[in-house]
């Protein structure tokens, strides 16, 4: 047994046991739901930053800037990740609030609708189903090609390594599992840079190199690899493509209940708010780091095949042994962390959200749903091919469609109604997978600019909209609107604010200076490799790559002074008030 194997198996006991061990302090249903509602702001940074730090990362995205697409995903503002930011401020403290057990069953409550729940429910188990699909076969694909089990014996020990901690523990073991993972993860990818670039001379000499890669043309550039033999006829398609993505998904970051979700175990609204501004900055440099690290293999390697596997190669071939196992078993960590969390979601869907239930829901029903969830997906694991990219690309594509409007109008419109936000979650839905589904199979061509979600959201939108105003909204939500907008008078402390007004203030330091470093040590070496630089020897300040870092200043710069000046008078004013009712009722 190598130490490759060693390292990801003495690790995935550790998850296991703690998990485990997690299980037992769970009493009730809201220790098993929502971990208590008490967990604290570390906790949640690791649950968020893990849940969306998958497989995808490590080999579906990190496989892709290796293909070609290294430089606009370096340069990128990170339209995506910035859903944390406001998501957490016009939708997570609001899902707070409501104290639901699920986020389909804050939609039915703010609806006064079994149906709306239902709906909500349906979809979170079709997405999240397909996603815990993607990474137990991301994390089979990594035991099989570091150790002597073949692909199917890897689905069977994946499988096993999250299903039964999940099952027992809930919420509680997820949390504490996901941030031990999130640790580790992350430990070993800064590790590994640190390593990889010193090997390479360092940032900017590999940036130079990168440049230089004849294989891949433009693999460095703020469009990437485009043209015969990509997705992408020009660099104008691609920009299109990729901002609809990465707002689709800041979108489904927002309100998506694999990270809008996490918000209802949070101890209070300050915990919520900030956890999401911190992870928000933590997953921008993982993913630089993550990426960057995908695009330089190509200076040593440019064909490797399949490219998913880039990752492994990296830690197998580039670093010494002891590194690459660790960034190994971060990466098994990853993948873990993830289908943990999809798995628990989804069995909470299943046993809370679809069924209208005479008896009270009893953990031992749902962790008999949990455990029927789990081998359904293993099934399916063995029959449908892993495609672990563009499955996770369209996946999360279907929240932002079929919720994205109706969940941020369920807070902030005084005119939705439950007829409106049950065909609005439909009609996002389908006019999302169908047009999706029949472009996957070849019957259907779309301009790149007319993308499913695009679709979806639309429809979602128009029929939200013409609905509402040809029905009532009920006195019953007119009331649970009011009070979601009442802030809790414990988080109208001004000790509080203040330390959560750090975040705001990092937020806006990070943005404003993570711009100069990439000109510094990304794009400067790259003009220089590529030959781009202007006659004369001095920056092309007109470049494509410019203007990208110069809407990290467009775009994080404002947004960190929206959650600054929000937070401050959503806090302070409810303070001033309740101070006020205080004095009329005495």
Known sequence: MDIFTITIAVSIIIFVLVGSYAGRSVKQLDDYFVAGRRAPTLLIIGTLVASVTSSTLFLGEAGFTYAGQTGPYILSPGLAIIGYVYGALFFGTYLRRSCAPTVAEYFGRRFNSQRVQQISGITIIMALGCYLLVVTQGAAILLSDLTPLS?????????LSYTFFTMYSGSKGVLLTDTLMFLLFTFASILVVYYVIGDFGGVAAAVESLAQIESKPDIASWHGTVGLGTEWPTGIDYLIWTVIIDVAWGVAYAVGPWQAGRHLMAKNEHV????????????????????????????????????????????????????????LAGIMAAALSSASTFLSLVGFSVSNDIIKREQPLTIKTTRYVMMGIGIIVLLASFYFPSNIFWLMIFIGTIFTSAWGVVAFMSVWSKKITESAAFWGMVSGLVFNVVPATLVYFGQLELPVYLNPVVIGVVASLVVTIAISRHTKVSRKEVVYRMRLHRSPAEDCDPAKVKITLIAPVAFIIFGTIMPILLMIYYVVPYQKGAGKLLVDGSIDWFSGEFMMLASWWLIQIPLGIIAYSTILKRYRSSQKGSKSNQMVNV
């Open 151 to 159: 692909y199917n014996q890897g689905l069977i020990v994946a499988w």
């Open 272 to 327: 919520v708010l900030r956890s999401s501004i911190y992870a928000c900055m933590i997953v921008l440099l993982l993913e630089l780091f993550i990426y960057g690290l995908g695009g330089l293999v190509n200076i040593v390697n440019p064909d490797i095949l399949p490219v998913e596997t880039v990752m492994i190669w990296l830690a197998k071939n580039m670093v010494p042994e002891f590194l690459g196992a660790l960034l």
